[in-house]
C-alpha cells in the first residue's frame, strides 16, 4: 500500500504492507528514532506525536493515518539544535542507555505543551507509559522539572 | 580527600544528547541492504527428544532462502555464557540439539526475505517430538529417578564437578573451623529458608544482532552484546570460522543487566551469512526474550546461624540451591558468587561451611544478571540478621556494625572461593559501611520510625534496612586495555575494548584519560568495543569496567604523558623533573611556563624527530575491593487486604571515589529501582507442563515513574587505593539490598516474615492470615 502523511514537517509517500504498524513503517523509512522495544503498545520506546497526542506507534495502522502529521524526537528537536527537554535531559543525567529516552522525551513534551507547570505526581502519571530499566525514573524526573523550568522562563522572557 | 580537576565532576555523558536526539544507532537502527530475517522455531514441551523434522514445506514457503535444525548444522558443543576463555561454564549447548530441554528451547531457524515469510514458513515445519518425562523441581533434581537432561558428551571445560548423570551443573562447597563446635558454643540457632525467584532482565532493547559480509568477505557482526570479544571468540568455534575474519562491531547498547552477556543470537545470524553469503538480521521479539533468552536464577538458601547471647556468632551454614534451568550458564559462577560476595560480610566468623548446588530443571535458562548471585545470597542473609538481631534484642544497625568487615581485615572466603578456581586472599582497603549506615539510617529517621508501627486505619507503617558488598572485577582474570594516540590540536583518541552498554563507561574512562592528561571530555574521542579497531577487554560484566578498564586508561595516559614530557623538554630544553601537565597544555613549576599539548603534537608530528605520540596498556588486578552499601525502607501495610505501600526508600553506597557521581547515583538509582520492581512485581507464572504464560510486558509487571516511592541517594565520601583515583565499582550492587530491605520491614510493621517475593498482596495477606492476624 501506499499513503501520504507528513513527519517532522515532511509531507512524503510511504510504502507499507496493508496490517503494517506505524512504528515499523517509520522505521523502514529511515525514522529508527523510532525504537521498538515490545510491539505489544507496554514499553513506550516507540511513542510518537500523531496530530499532537502521544500515542504507541506500534499500536497504530499505517493505513489509518493518510493525510495526517506526526513528530518524532528529531521532529522535537536534533543534534544541532536541541530542544530544551532534550538538554534537560543530558544535564540531568536523566539518560543512560538511551533506548527508552526518544519516547520518554516525546511523551515529556506533549506532557509540558499541555501542563507547563506539572506536578511530580502529574509527572510520573504522564511517563507511566514509558518503561525504562536503567535510570530508575529519578533523574527523567528531574530533567522533566528542569525543562519545564526553563519552557516557562524561556516562555516568560519572550 | 584528593584534589581532582576532571575526577569526581558531573561531566556529561559524551553520548548523551545524541541518544536524546535519537541520533545515535543501535543494532537495529543500522540499514543492512537486501538483508535476510531470521525467525527462530520452539519447543512447545517442556523435555522432549525430536524423532523427526520434515522441512520440505517449509522451504518450499515464500521468501525463503534456507531453514537450519539438527539434520544440517554442525553441533559444536559450547556454552553461551561470554566468558573468559576457557568459559567456567559446562558445555553442554550446540546449535540446533535432537533434543529439547525447556518450553521455548531453540529448534529450528528459518531464514527468508522478509519476518513475515520467515514466520510464515515456521509454521510448516513439521517436528516429531518423543515425549520425555520433565524435571521442573530442582530439589528432586539430584533424586536417582530424576529425568536427566543432559547428555555424557556434555562436560565442564575445567577442573570443576559437573556430573550430568545428577543434574548437576555445579557444585561449590567450602568451610573452616567447625561446625559442631559452633553449634555447642551457641545459646540458640536460627534455620531458615529463603526462596529467590525467576526475573526477566527486562532491557528495554531485545537481544538484536545483524550480520554480513564486508569488501573483503569478512564477516561483520554488529550486535547488542555486553562481550564483543568473547562473542567473536564463541562465533569463530561454533561456527568454525577463522576468527581472523570476524569483525565484532558493538553499537549503542539499549540496555544488558548480565542479558547481553549472552551469546546466542551471534552464532545463529553468522551461520545464515556463512552458509548462503546473505546479510542476515535476528531481533527478539519481547516474548522471546521473556522466554528463551536468559534470567535470574532462582535460588534456594537455607541459612543456619549460631549465636551467643553476648551477640557473637558461632557458626554458620549456608546451603544454596541454584535452579539452572535447562542449561548451565554461569550456573557455577552465579553460585560460588551466592556465597563468595556474601559470606565475607561476615568475616569475623570462625566456623563456617557453604555447600551450593546448581542443578538443570526443564525450565527457562538462567544466566548472568546484575547482582550476579549477591542478590540471591543477600536475600536470605539481611533477613537473618534482622531475626537474629530482634532475638537479642538489639538494633539491626549496631548489630551490622559489630559483625561486617572493616578496613584492614580480611576474610578466608575471599581465598577459599574463586570463579570456577580458588579465589584471592586479598584485604578490605576501604570500607565506609559504617557512614553509609549513619546517612541511610538519618535519612530514614530509623531512630523515630523503627519498631513503632504508626497506625492509620488499616496501614501500618515499617521500617527496614539491608546491607552488602560486591566486588570490582574478578580478580587475576578479567582483563581490559587502551590505546591512546595525540591528534594536531591537542586531542586524543581513546581506543577501549571496555563495552559502553548504557552504563556511561565511555564518559568515565574519558575522565579518567583526562585527569591524567589535563583535557575534558571534548577532547578525548572514545571508541569502545569494535574487535577491528580497539584492544582486547572481557567485556561489560563483573562490574569490572571501571576498576579495571579505567586501570588501563590510567595506565595507557601516563605512559602518553611521558611521550608528551620527552617532548616538550626537546622542544624547550626544560628540566623534565619539573614538568607537569595542567590545563591542555605542560608547565614548568620552577619557571612558569607553559606549552600548549597542540604545539607538543604540531612538533612531534611535524617538526623534528617525528613521531606519533601513542601507547597502549593493558590492567589486571590481584584483588577485587568491594563496594559496600547501606539501603532503608519505609512502607505501609494494609492490613485488610496485604497490600503494599513503598512510602520512601535511602540508600548510602560506598563505592570509592566516584568518578562522575551523576552517572554513579544513576547507576545505584537504576539498580534500586530494578530491585523494588523485583520484590514488588516481577515473576515468572508457569503451567504445570512447565511454560511461561506472562512473557510480555503487558503481563509481567516492571516499575514505571509512577510506581517509585520517595528516593534518596547518597555516595559516601572513600577512597579505595588500589583503584583508578580511588575507586571501586557501582554498577551491581544497588540490586541486592530492596528485597530484604521490604521483607524487614514488613516484617517491622506487621510481625510477619516472608521468605518469597514478589511481596504482593496474595502472598502479604496470606502470611498474616497464617499469622492468626486476620
Given at each position: 500500500?501506499?499513503?501520504?502523511?507528513?513527519?517532522?514537517?515532511?509531507?512524503?509517500?510511504?510504502?507499507?504492507?496493508?496490517?503494517?504498524?506505524?512504528?515499523?513503517?517509520?522505521?523502514?523509512?529511515?525514522?529508527?528514532?523510532?525504537?521498538?522495544?515490545?510491539?505489544?503498545?507496554?514499553?513506550?520506546?516507540?511513542?510518537?506525536?500523531?496530530?499532537?497526542?502521544?500515542?504507541?506507534?506500534?499500536?497504530?495502522?499505517?493505513?489509518?493515518?493518510?493525510?495526517?502529521?506526526?513528530?518524532?524526537?528529531?521532529?522535537?528537536?536534533?543534534?544541532?539544535?536541541?530542544?530544551?527537554?532534550?538538554?534537560?535531559?543530558?544535564?540531568?543525567?536523566?539518560?543512560?542507555?538511551?533506548?527508552?529516552?526518544?519516547?520518554?522525551?516525546?511523551?515529556?513534551?506533549?506532557?509540558?505543551?499541555?501542563?507547563?507547570?506539572?506536578?511530580?505526581?502529574?509527572?510520573?502519571?504522564?511517563?507511566?507509559?514509558?518503561?525504562?530499566?536503567?535510570?530508575?525514573?529519578?533523574?527523567?524526573?528531574?530533567?522533566?522539572?528542569?525543562?519545564?523550568?526553563?519552557?516557562?522562563?524561556?516562555?516568560?522572557?519572550? | 580527600?584528593?584534589?581532582?580537576?576532571?575526577?569526581?565532576?558531573?561531566?556529561?555523558?559524551?553520548?548523551?544528547?545524541?541518544?536524546?536526539?535519537?541520533?545515535?544507532?543501535?543494532?537495529?537502527?543500522?540499514?543492512?541492504?537486501?538483508?535476510?530475517?531470521?525467525?527462530?522455531?520452539?519447543?512447545?514441551?517442556?523435555?522432549?527428544?525430536?524423532?523427526?523434522?520434515?522441512?520440505?514445506?517449509?522451504?518450499?514457503?515464500?521468501?525463503?532462502?534456507?531453514?537450519?535444525?539438527?539434520?544440517?548444522?554442525?553441533?559444536?558443543?559450547?556454552?553461551?555464557?561470554?566468558?573468559?576463555?576457557?568459559?567456567?561454564?559446562?558445555?553442554?549447548?550446540?546449535?540446533?540439539?535432537?533434543?529439547?530441554?525447556?518450553?521455548?528451547?531453540?529448534?529450528?531457524?528459518?531464514?527468508?526475505?522478509?519476518?513475515?515469510?520467515?514466520?510464515?514458513?515456521?509454521?510448516?515445519?513439521?517436528?516429531?517430538?518423543?515425549?520425555?518425562?520433565?524435571?521442573?523441581?530442582?530439589?528432586?533434581?539430584?533424586?536417582?529417578?530424576?529425568?536427566k537432561l543432559h547428555g555424557p558428551d556434555h562436560h565442564a571445560?575445567?577442573?570443576?564437578?559437573?556430573?550430568?548423570?545428577?543434574?548437576?551443573?555445579?557444585?561449590?562447597?567450602?568451610?573452616?573451623?567447625?561446625?559442631?563446635?559452633?553449634?555447642?558454643?551457641?545459646?540458640?540457632?536460627?534455620?531458615?529458608?529463603?526462596?529467590?525467584?525467576?526475573?526477566?532482565?527486562?532491557?528495554?532493547?531485545?537481544?538484536?544482532?545483524?550480520?554480513?559480509?564486508?569488501?573483503?568477505?569478512?564477516?561483520?557482526?554488529?550486535?547488542?552484546?555486553?562481550?564483543?570479544?568473547?562473542?567473536?571468540?564463541?562465533?569463530?568455534?561454533?561456527?568454525?570460522?577463522?576468527?581472523?575474519?570476524?569483525?565484532?562491531?558493538?553499537?549503542?547498547?539499549?540496555?544488558?543487566?548480565?542479558?547481553?552477556?549472552?551469546?546466542?543470537?551471534?552464532?545463529?545470524?553468522?551461520?545464515?551469512?556463512?552458509?548462503?553469503?546473505?546479510?542476515?538480521?535476528?531481533?527478539?521479539?519481547?516474548?522471546?526474550?521473556?522466554?528463551?533468552?536468559?534470567?535470574?536464577?532462582?535460588?534456594?538458601?537455607?541459612?543456619?546461624?549460631?549465636?551467643?547471647?553476648?551477640?557473637?556468632?558461632?557458626?554458620?551454614?549456608?546451603?544454596?540451591?541454584?535452579?539452572?534451568?535447562?542449561?548451565?550458564?554461569?550456573?557455577?559462577?552465579?553460585?560460588?558468587?551466592?556465597?563468595?560476595?556474601?559470606?565475607?560480610?561476615?568475616?569475623?566468623?570462625?566456623?563456617?561451611?557453604?555447600?551450593?548446588?546448581?542443578?538443570?530443571?526443564?525450565?527457562?535458562?538462567?544466566?548472568?544478571?546484575?547482582?550476579?548471585g549477591a542478590t540471591q545470597g543477600y536475600f536470605a542473609l539481611?533477613?537473618?540478621?534482622?531475626?537474629?538481631?530482634?532475638?537479642?534484642?538489639?538494633?539491626?544497625?549496631?548489630?551490622?556494625?559489630?559483625?561486617?568487615?572493616?578496613?584492614?581485615?580480611?576474610?578466608?572466603?575471599?581465598?577459599?572461593?574463586?570463579?570456577?578456581?580458588?579465589?584471592?586472599?586479598?584485604?578490605?582497603?576501604?570500607?565506609?559501611?559504617?557512614?553509609?549506615?549513619?546517612?541511610?539510617?538519618?535519612?530514614?529517621?530509623?531512630?523515630?520510625?523503627?519498631?513503632?508501627?504508626?497506625?492509620?486505619?488499616?496501614?501500618?507503617?515499617?521500617?527496614?534496612?539491608?546491607?552488602?558488598?560486591?566486588?570490582?572485577?574478578?580478580?587475576?582474570?578479567?582483563?581490559?586495555?587502551?590505546?591512546?594516540?595525540?591528534?594536531?590540536?591537542?586531542?586524543?583518541?581513546?581506543?577501549?575494548?571496555?563495552?559502553?552498554?548504557?552504563?556511561?563507561?565511555?564518559?568515565?574512562?574519558?575522565?579518567?584519560?583526562?585527569?591524567?592528561?589535563?583535557?575534558?571530555?571534548?577532547?578525548?574521542?572514545?571508541?569502545?568495543?569494535?574487535?577491528?579497531?580497539?584492544?582486547?577487554?572481557?567485556?561489560?560484566?563483573?562490574?569490572?569496567?571501571?576498576?579495571?578498564?579505567?586501570?588501563?586508561?590510567?595506565?595507557?595516559?601516563?605512559?602518553?604523558?611521558?611521550?608528551?614530557?620527552?617532548?616538550?623538554?626537546?622542544?624547550?630544553?626544560?628540566?623534565?623533573?619539573?614538568?607537569?601537565?595542567?590545563?591542555?597544555?605542560?608547565?614548568?613549576?620552577?619557571?612558569?611556563?607553559?606549552?600548549?599539548?597542540?604545539?607538543?603534537?604540531?612538533?612531534?608530528?611535524?617538526?623534528?624527530?617525528?613521531?606519533?605520540?601513542?601507547?597502549?596498556?593493558?590492567?589486571?588486578?590481584?584483588?577485587?575491593?568491594?563496594?559496600?552499601?547501606?539501603?532503608?525502607?519505609?512502607?505501609?501495610?494494609?492490613?485488610?487486604?496485604?497490600?503494599?505501600?513503598?512510602?520512601?526508600?535511602?540508600?548510602?553506597?560506598?563505592?570509592?571515589?566516584?568518578?562522575?557521581?551523576?552517572?554513579?547515583?544513576?547507576?545505584?538509582?537504576?539498580?534500586?529501582?530494578?530491585?523494588?520492581?523485583?520484590?514488588?512485581?516481577?515473576?515468572?507464572?508457569?503451567?504445570?507442563?512447565?511454560?511461561?504464560?506472562?512473557?510480555?510486558?503487558?503481563?509481567?509487571?516492571?516499575?514505571?515513574?509512577?510506581?517509585?516511592?520517595?528516593?534518596?541517594?547518597?555516595?559516601?565520601?572513600?577512597?579505595?587505593?588500589?583503584?583508578?583515583?580511588?575507586?571501586?565499582?557501582?554498577?551491581?550492587?544497588?540490586?541486592?539490598?530492596?528485597?530484604?530491605?521490604?521483607?524487614?520491614?514488613?516484617?517491622?510493621?506487621?510481625?510477619?516474615?516472608?521468605?518469597?517475593?514478589?511481596?504482593?498482596?496474595?502472598?502479604?495477606?496470606?502470611?498474616?492470615?497464617?499469622?492468626?492476624?486476620?
Amino acid at each position: 500500500m501506499k499513503a501520504e502523511f507528513t513527519v517532522n514537517g515532511s509531507a512524503r509517500t510511504f510504502t507499507f504492507e496493508p496490517d503494517e504498524r506505524l512504528l515499523i513503517t517509520l522505521r523502514n523509512h529511515g525514522y529508527t528514532e523510532v525504537k521498538n522495544g515490545c510491539l505489544e503498545g507496554v514499553c513506550g520506546a516507540c511513542v510518537i506525536l500523531l496530530n499532537d497526542k502521544p500515542v504507541n506507534s506500534c499500536q497504530v495502522l499505517t493505513a489509518s493515518v493518510t493525510g495526517q502529521t506526526i513528530t518524532t524526537v528529531r521532529g522535537i528537536g536534533t543534534l544541532h539544535t536541541p530542544h530544551i527537554i532534550q538538554e534537560a535531559f543530558v544535564e540531568a543525567g536523566a539518560v543512560q542507555c538511551g533506548f527508552c529516552t526518544p519516547g520518554m522525551i516525546t511523551a515529556a513534551y506533549a506532557l509540558l505543551r499541555e501542563n507547563p507547570d506539572p506536578s511530580e505526581a502529574e509527572i510520573k502519571n504522564a511517563l507511566d507509559g514509558n518503561l525504562c530499566r536503567c535510570t530508575g525514573y529519578v533523574k527523567i524526573i528531574e530533567a522533566v522539572q528542569r525543562a519545564a523550568q526553563r519552557l516557562r522562563e524561556t516562555q516568560g522572557n519572550e | 580527600m584528593k584534589k581532582y580537576t576532571r575526577i569526581g565532576k558531573a561531566e556529561l555523558k559524551i553520548d548523551s544528547l545524541s541518544l536524546a536526539t535519537g541520533n545515535h544507532k543501535f543494532t537495529d537502527d543500522f540499514a543492512v541492504k537486501d538483508s535476510l530475517h531470521l525467525a527462530l522455531l520452539y519447543s512447545p514441551h517442556a523435555h522432549a527428544e525430536i524423532l523427526d523434522i520434515d522441512d520440505s514445506e517449509a522451504r518450499k514457503s515464500s521468501g525463503v532462502m534456507g531453514v537450519f535444525h539438527y539434520k544440517n548444522v554442525k553441533p559444536i558443543l559450547h556454552t553461551t555464557a561470554g566468558q573468559g576463555f576457557p568459559e567456567p561454564s559446562p558445555y553442554d549447548t550446540v546449535l540446533f540439539d535432537k533434543k529439547v530441554r525447556f518450553v521455548g528451547d531453540k529448534v529450528a531457524m528459518v531464514a527468508a526475505k522478509s519476518l513475515k515469510e520467515a514466520r510464515e514458513a515456521l509454521k510448516k515445519i513439521r517436528v516429531e517430538y518423543k515425549i520425555l518425562d520433565p524435571l521442573f523441581d530442582p530439589e528432586k533434581a539430584m533424586e536417582a529417578d530424576a529425568p536427566k537432561l543432559h547428555g555424557p558428551d556434555h562436560h565442564a571445560a575445567i577442573p570443576v564437578t559437573y556430573d550430568p548423570d545428577k543434574n548437576l551443573a555445579a557444585e561449590v562447597e567450602i568451610g573452616f573451623g567447625d561446625l559442631k563446635k559452633g553449634e555447642s558454643e551457641a545459646d540458640f540457632i536460627v534455620d531458615e529458608t529463603y526462596h529467590a525467584h525467576y526475573a526477566s532482565h527486562c532491557a528495554i532493547e531485545p537481544h538484536s544482532v545483524k550480520t554480513f559480509f564486508d569488501e573483503m568477505g569478512r564477516l561483520v557482526i554488529i550486535s547488542s552484546t555486553q562481550v564483543p570479544f568473547h562473542a567473536r571468540r564463541i562465533v569463530s568455534k561454533v561456527c568454525e570460522f577463522p576468527l581472523a575474519k570476524i569483525r565484532v562491531v558493538k553499537p549503542r547498547i539499549g540496555g544488558g543487566f548480565g542479558a547481553k552477556q549472552e551469546v546466542m543470537l551471534e552464532q545463529l545470524a553468522a551461520w545464515v551469512t556463512i552458509k548462503l553469503k546473505q546479510p542476515a538480521t535476528l531481533i527478539l521479539s519481547r516474548e522471546e526474550v521473556f522466554r528463551s533468552s536468559r534470567t535470574r536464577h532462582p535460588v534456594r538458601t537455607r541459612l543456619t546461624m549460631g549465636v551467643k547471647k553476648n551477640g557473637e556468632i558461632t557458626f554458620l551454614d549456608m546451603n544454596t540451591l541454584l535452579n539452572s534451568g535447562a542449561y548451565g550458564t554461569h550456573a557455577l559462577t552465579v553460585l560460588s558468587n551466592c556465597g563468595a560476595k556474601v559470606l565475607p560480610l561476615l568475616n569475623k566468623i570462625e566456623n563456617l561451611h557453604f555447600l551450593g548446588r546448581s542443578v538443570y530443571t526443564n525450565l527457562p535458562v538462567g544466566g548472568a544478571y546484575r547482582g550476579y548471585g549477591a542478590t540471591q545470597g543477600y536475600f536470605a542473609l539481611n533477613q537473618h540478621l534482622d531475626i537474629i538481631s530482634r532475638k537479642l534484642h538489639v538494633d539491626f544497625i549496631d548489630f551490622v556494625k559489630k559483625h561486617h568487615i572493616r578496613e584492614g581485615e580480611t576474610s578466608q572466603v575471599f581465598k577459599a572461593i574463586g570463579e570456577g578456581t580458588e579465589g584471592v586472599t586479598q584485604t578490605v582497603k576501604s570500607c565506609e559501611l559504617d557512614a553509609c549506615l549513619d546517612w541511610g539510617a538519618r535519612a530514614i529517621g530509623w531512630k523515630d520510625k523503627r519498631g513503632k508501627r504508626i497506625t492509620n486505619g488499616d496501614k501500618v507503617r515499617g521500617i527496614g534496612a539491608a546491607v552488602a558488598m560486591q566486588g570490582s572485577g574478578i580478580p587475576l582474570i578479567d582483563m581490559g586495555a587502551a590505546s591512546m594516540k595525540i591528534n594536531d590540536d591537542g586531542s586524543f583518541n581513546l581506543d577501549v575494548g571496555a563495552t559502553d552498554i548504557g552504563t556511561g563507561s565511555d564518559t568515565i574512562l574519558a575522565q579518567i584519560a583526562g585527569e591524567v592528561l589535563g583535557v575534558g571530555p571534548d577532547k578525548i574521542i572514545v571508541l569502545s568495543s569494535d574487535t577491528d579497531r580497539t584492544p582486547f577487554d572481557v567485556g561489560a560484566y563483573a562490574s569490572s569496567t571501571t576498576y579495571i578498564s579505567g586501570g588501563a586508561v590510567k595506565k595507557c595516559a601516563e605512559k602518553i604523558r611521558e611521550q608528551i614530557f620527552d617532548v616538550a623538554v626537546t622542544m624547550k630544553g626544560w628540566d623534565r623533573k619539573d614538568l607537569v601537565l595542567a590545563e591542555e597544555s605542560v608547565k614548568n613549576r620552577k619557571t612558569g611556563e607553559t606549552v600548549s599539548l597542540s604545539d607538543i603534537a604540531v612538533f612531534a608530528l611535524y617538526t623534528k624527530d617525528q613521531f606519533q605520540i601513542q601507547a597502549s596498556a593493558s590492567h589486571t588486578a590481584p584483588e577485587s575491593p568491594p563496594p559496600f552499601i547501606a539501603h532503608f525502607v519505609e512502607l505501609d501495610v494494609d492490613k485488610r487486604t496485604g497490600k503494599v505501600d513503598l512510602i520512601r526508600v535511602a540508600t548510602a553506597v560506598d563505592c570509592g571515589q566516584a568518578i562522575n557521581p551523576v552517572l554513579a547515583e544513576g547507576q545505584v538509582e537504576g539498580a534500586v529501582v530494578n530491585g523494588l520492581s523485583y520484590a514488588m512485581a516481577e515473576k515468572y507464572v508457569f503451567t504445570s507442563k512447565g511454560n511461561l504464560i506472562n512473557a510480555h510486558f503487558k503481563d509481567y509487571k516492571i516499575f514505571t515513574a509512577a510506581d517509585l516511592p520517595e528516593m534518596k541517594t547518597h555516595i559516601v565520601e572513600s577512597y579505595e587505593e588500589t583503584g583508578p583515583f580511588g575507586a571501586k565499582s557501582v554498577a551491581e550492587i544497588g540490586i541486592n539490598v530492596s528485597m530484604p530491605a521490604i521483607a524487614n520491614a514488613i516484617y517491622d510493621a506487621v510481625g510477619v516474615r516472608l521468605f518469597q517475593a514478589p511481596f504482593t498482596p496474595d502472598k502479604v495477606y496470606a502470611a498474616l492470615k497464617k499469622a492468626g492476624q486476620l
